[in-house]
């Protein structure tokens, strides 16, 4: 992208080091690479805020140790994400108006980028609905290295999620996106950065930058899947992660596998919690199906249609148009 074009959507000249698309350089720094065609914005100009530091270039960390295929598919498992970015995916022809920023899971140690990320585009994209991927910040497998959340414990995770929020709203009329319309989806780890973000948009964790930290950072849904973080089986962290939330709090999905070894806990705790705020929200329990599915289809799991549950939602809240008799 053009640095003046951008900053021209921004209303500054000093954006136009900030989130310039740098093709040749993100090709020599990172293991993955979305197809050709789309937009990538790099979040941060510069060092990002609270860095830890990950001192490894960006790899897949898949091995034979950990190469579980996915209905019969493997997955990549980037790791070494210092340098966040995001990506936009548009949908062919025309669009609804309505975008997901989407963050895949990995227990902010690696991100699985095509299995909760790619692939969600695709789907997404299906829809008629824009999709804007999110890699954010995570050390890798290193277990010496800190892990970028869940937040408080790290601001890392959140402070990208905040960004890229304010990000796609600047470029809403450019993208062909409603400002009233901007969710986010997260998976497992990603589940807990989307309830993290649904409850931390009054204020920024970082200094403001530019005039991306003009627009709100509140997501106007949010589609929870399988998160990690929130609960164990006998108690609740939402105090100890200060996840509290308000009237405000977006509507939610929430869908989860009763055998999830992350615990379904998880789900009903935030449910619960969204249920004593008033908030409206939807939660889905299946019987079997784990942990790690994304959206790959799995006739031995009802839990994989959940897609279709989430297009229905979206129906319902009225971010989709009523749905084709």
């Known amino acids: ?82 340098r966040p970015t995001l990506t936009l995916y548009g949908p062919k022809g025309k669009g609804t108006g309505a975008a997901v920023v989407v963050f ?17 585009c695709d789907w997404l994209n299906k829809a008629g609905i824009a999709c804007i991927l999110v890699k954010y910040r995570v050390p890798g497998a290193d277990s010496k290295v800190p892990s970028t959340g869940p937040y408080p414990s790290s601001k890392e995770a959140l402070d990208d999620a905040q960004r890229a929020l304010g990000i796609v709203r600047a470029h809403a009329a450019e993208w062909q996106i409603d400002l009233k319309r901007i969710g986010v989806l997260g998976f497992s780890a990603g589940g807990h950065l989307a309830a ?28 929870i899947v399988y998160p990690g973080y929130l609960a164990d089986t006998d108690q ?23 055998d999830d070894p992350v615990h379904i806990e998880n789900s009903t705790t935030y449910f619960l919690a969204l249920k004593r705020a008033k908030v409206p929200a939807e939660l889905h329990i299946y019987a079997e199906g784990g942990h790690g599915y994304g959206l790959r289809p799995q006739a031995k799991w009802p839990v994989t249609t959940w897609p279709r549950s989430v297009e229905s939602w979206l129906h319902t809240i009225h971010v989709l148009g009523a749905p084709k008799p």
């Open 1 to 82: 992208m053009r640095c003046t074009r951008l900053a021209a959507t921004l209303g500054i000249a000093a954006i136009c080091g900030l989130v310039s698309f740098a093709p040749q350089s993100l090709a020599q720094e990172s293991a993955w690479q979305p197809a050709p065609g789309h937009i990538t914005l790099d979040l941060w100009p510069g060092t990002p805020p609270d860095a830890s530091g990950i001192p490894a270039p960006e790899v897949d960390t898949t091995n034979p140790k950990n190469n579980n295929l996915i209905a019969g598919k493997p997955l990549i498992r980037l790791g070494n994400v210092s």
């Open 104 to 120: 895949p899971g990995g227990g902010y140690r690696i991100l699985a980028i095509d299995l909760e990320g790619t692939e969600v």
């Open 196 to 223: 993290a973000l649904s409850t931390h948009y009054e204020r920024r964790l970082y200094t403001p930058i530019d005039a991306a930290e003009q627009q709100s950072c509140r997501p106007d849904f949010a589609v």
């Open 236 to 258: 609740s962290f939402l105090d100890k992660l200060d996840i509290h939330p308000t009237a405000d709090t977006p509507p939610s999905f929430i869908v989860q596998a009763e």
